[in-house]
């Protein structure tokens, strides 16, 4: 069986990417990490969307080259939709990860937007 973080609790991934390839070579990288198993992979945004709300993960791993905004890697879309997932994106581009927890909150005064900003 495999370990867990210090928490106990191994963190679940969900990896959304148009790259196949690229993608199996990261769930093969990610396997060897101990606290961590990928629970799924899709490549269609929709499709991506229906497993996660099925399999909730903890974490939504978005991949993408910075061609384009489609739905399957934006991190706004998953929020939108109700995703609860830490997400974190990568870019292939800049080789960079932007890490966002999955919340949306309504701003009705001033002190809500300095309440989401702290």
């Known amino acids: 069986m495999r370990g867990a973080d210090r928490t ?3 963190k679940r991934v969900f990896i959304c990417s148009g790259r196949s390839l690229f993608s199996e070579g990261l ?3 990610l396997a060897d990490q101990p606290d961590l198993t990928v629970v ?3 490549s269609d945004a929709g499709e991506a969307l229906r497993s996660i709300q099925v399999l909730q993960p903890d ?3 978005l991949v993408h080259d910075g061609s384009s905004s489609e739905p399957l890697t934006s991190a706004s879309y998953y929020v939108r939709a109700g ?3 830490k997400i974190v994106e990568l870019s292939l581009k ?9 919340e949306e909150r309504t701003i009705k005064e001033v002190s809500d937007l300095v309440q ?3």
Do not use: P
């Open 59 to 61: 974490t939504l791993l």
């Open 27 to 29: 769930k093969n990288l």
């Open 40 to 42: 799924g992979w899709q």
């Open 8 to 10: 106990g609790i191994m």
């Open 94 to 102: 800049t080789n960079c990860v932007y890490v966002y927890q999955g």
């Open 83 to 85: 995703v609860k997932a």
């Open 116 to 118: 989401a900003l702290e």
